[in-house]
């Protein structure tokens, strides 16, 4: 069975300070991979979606960026960190392009 | 601007009555609706979905209805139970969304909670 895995579970970081959240999935190749926020008060916001190794798409400008080095593996990343970056972000696979995804734990991110 | 509405930021709801909850979309291309259901911390875990050339599907408790020239459906909880207190997601998508890719679209949610 298909299992997604997404650390940290919690996190605290300074403003300025550089960040990374890893996710992988197992149990299947070539997933759909994505990165969702939710802020306070508002709902999923889709940051960014991966096809393919490599193949990242950006759905708003922000100070986030995204990496796909392996099949299975996702990267979030930020060289300085913003307080509006705080929030709760999910990584979230599904097999393809259509049906229902699969989300982790999340990560809660509190950007003091 | 918001293309999936949630109006209700919350509901409550006493335990075995029936919850409704309701979404409204924007654009008539979405043609595949999901439902997503979270607790606190936690990602959100699949619930129930419906194709657009569906009116209706069931699911045990759950019950999915959509009303494609009104642009809404609702979600169907009966009996309610405090175990379904949650934030519960819509969900849209459609292949006109990010070059086909067919992601969906999320609502900003409804608290759930439901009194024993």
């Known amino acids: 069975s298909q299992t997604i895995h997404q650390w940290p579970a919690t996190l605290v970081q300074p403003v300025g300070s550089p960040l990374s959240l890893e996710c992988t999935v197992e149990?299947?190749?070539?997933?759909?991979l994505y990165w969702y926020r939710q802020a306070a008060g508002r709902g999923l916001q889709l940051l960014f979606y991966s096809v393919g190794i490599g193949q990242i798409s950006s759905e708003v400008p922000q100070n986030l960026s995204a990496s796909r080095p392996q099949d299975r593996q996702f990267i979030l990343s930020s060289k300085k960190l913003l307080l509006s970056d705080s929030g709760f972000y999910l990584c979230?696979?599904?097999?393809?392009?259509?049906?229902?995804?699969?989300f982790g734990q999340g990560t809660r991110l509190t950007v003091v | 601007d918001q293309q999936v509405k949630q109006n209700s930021p919350s509901l409550s709801v006493q335990e075995g009555r029936i919850s409704i909850l309701n979404c409204d979309y924007t654009?008539?291309?979405?043609?595949?609706f999901l439902w997503y259901k979270k607790y606190p911390a936690e990602g959100p875990t699949f619930l129930i979905s419906?194709?657009?050339?569906?009116d209706k599907n069931e699911d045990g408790r759950f019950t999915v209805f959509l009303n494609k020239s009104a642009k809404h459906l609702s979600l169907h909880i009966v009996p309610s139970q405090p175990g379904d207190s949650a934030v519960y997601f819509c969900?849209?998508?459609?292949?006109?969304?990010?070059?086909?890719?067919?992601?969906?679209?999320f609502g900003r949610g409804t608290s759930l909670i439901v009194h024993p």
């Open positions: 969900a849209a998508s459609g292949e006109f969304l990010a070059g086909g890719s067919y992601i969906p679209t």
């Open positions: 979230a696979w599904r097999p393809d392009r259509v049906g229902r995804a699969f």
């Open positions: 149990g299947t190749s070539n997933p759909n």
């Open positions: 419906i194709s657009s050339i569906k």
């Open positions: 654009n008539s291309m979405f043609d595949y």
